[in-house]
């Protein structure tokens, strides 16, 4: 069973997931605002908040994970590791 706290990196994780797939169209407002304001609305904590705030800069939401679904096996196998590692450093910041 999930915690809470899971389910917070988790829904912003999906969240950034399903903006990034509608990031292609250039829509405004970036995927980056997005996530910043989803955590902004979801955290739970300023120093939860500040810690996600700091890891969303340190990734290009407009490209994570872009080859995810349409790249061949290896370019697929990497974007999802990288969707990992950002999960996962989200995730950190509820320590």
Known sequence: MKTPRRSLTSTVAVALVAVLGLSACQSDPSATRVAQDLVKTLAQTPAEEECMLDVIDEYDLDTLGSDASDGDEAEQTAA????????????????
């Open 80 to 95: 999802n590791a990288e969707l990992a590692r950002f999960e996962d450093d989200l995730a950190a910041c509820q320590n």
